[in-house]
């Protein structure tokens, strides 16, 4: 079974910035997209910034030019670098790998921005 494991999460303050990192194990198929998530206290959960195994990515408007999320195959890891962070950016980040046929999910990293 594939396994998901996020790190890298903090409370960090406006204008500032976090990695995060999220690692994968276990049978991965080779054609896949990977992402991360994120959901805030009373909202649904939302897509942040996918990447497939080619390096296509996809961001959300919110996080346009401020995030960047990438992957190292070599490792089975996948990253999100964000920078200028707000307070609406607070949420439990997730970590998410689609290979069409299953979907996997990490266990979510905290990510807080306040003064």
């Known amino acids: 079974q594939v396994q998901l494991v996020e790190s890298g999460g903090g409370l960090v303050q406006p204008g500032g910035s976090l990695r995060l990192s999220c690692a994968a194990s276990?049978?991965?198929?080779?054609?896949?997209?990977m992402g991360w998530y994120r959901q805030a206290p009373g909202k649904q959960r939302e897509l942040v910034a996918t990447?497939?195994?080619?390096?296509?990515?996809n961001y959300a408007d919110s996080v346009k030019g401020r995030f960047t999320i990438s992957r190292d195959d070599a490792k089975n890891t996948v990253y999100l670098q964000m920078n200028s962070l707000k307070p609406e950016d607070t949420a439990v980040y997730y970590c998410?790998?689609?290979?069409?046929?299953?979907?996997?999910w990490g266990q979510g990293t905290q990510v807080t921005v306040s003064a």
């Open positions: 998410n790998l689609d290979t069409f046929a299953r979907n996997y």
């Open positions: 276990g049978s991965i198929f080779s054609i896949n997209v």
């Open positions: 990447i497939t195994e080619f390096g296509r990515t």
